[in-house]
């Protein structure tokens, strides 16, 4: 058997070793039991950190849950610059400090925003790796009352929508707690019409579980294409 114990004693988990496969594999099925990622968890056995091995014969080990550091700007903004780049590996590393990825940042053009909606045009591995560290898919870029910017009122969702990513719009929504509502997909649904990324739309309208909110996700649909000439969108609407 497998244990994993807290420094305070308490036992966390007992399981067969060959259901924990690797240390990733464990940390994600602690996730559930402790309440903190992966990128916060440090197995260690004898007082060694259990990095990467195969779980192949009994053992006891200790799970230490860390707090997030204190980042700076410079930190914040690495993160930021890593997920609008795509890198994957660099982001890893940075969430491994562990760092909240829920702190805002600059990248380029934008002034303030998040290292999630700057993930949402790069690729669907790194905001993986976000959502997995507790990025919330609910932050709107530009969202700082202090803040002057033309993202304003954008989540991650929405700015998946505006460049047609199909697959990180799903993984947005699947993390949204409770399903989607107007609220949470209006500003992607304009951002999908006016691009006319028709099947982020199509997405969009079919997740809603309220019927009044897909009435008015598909009015706002059909006014964004209209007004935009995208007559491709008009079709899949549900009339």
Request: proline letters at 4%.
């Amino acid at each position: 058997m497998l244990h994993v114990w807290l420094p305070s004693g308490q036992k966390l988990l007992s399981t067969e070793v060959g259901e924990a496969k690797d240390v990733l594999t464990l940390k994600t099925r602690l996730q559930k039991l402790c309440g903190r990622s992966r990128f916060q968890q440090r197995l260690l056995h004898e007082g060694l950190e259990v990095a990467d091995f195969s779980m192949e014969a009994p053992v006891d080990l200790q799970l230490v849950l860390l707090p997030f550091i204190g980042a700076s700007e410079e930190q914040r903004d690495e993160l930021g610059a890593c997920a609008g780049s795509g890198f994957l590996t660099q982001v890893e590393e940075i969430l491994h400090r562990p760092q909240d990825p829920n702190l805002a940042c600059r990248f380029e053009r934008f002034a303030i925003t998040w290292p999630l909606c700057l993930a949402a045009e790069r690729g669907a591995e790194t905001v993986s790796a976000l959502i997995q560290a507790g990025a919330d898919v609910n932050l709107e870029a530009g969202a700082d009352v202090n803040a002057v910017s033309k993202t304003l009122g954008l989540t991650p969702l929405a700015f998946a929508a505006c460049w047609g990513h199909v697959e990180m719009a799903r993984l947005f929504i699947q993390a949204m707690p409770g399903g989607t509502g107007a609220y949470l997909t209006g500003a992607a649904i304009i951002a999908a019409a006016n691009k006319g990324h028709v099947e982020i739309v199509r997405l969009l309208v079919e997740v809603q579980t309220d019927k009044d909110s897909s009435i008015k996700l598909t009015l706002l649909a059909l006014l964004c294409a209209t007004c935009h000439n995208r007559v491709e969108i008009v079709p899949w609407l549900p009339m």
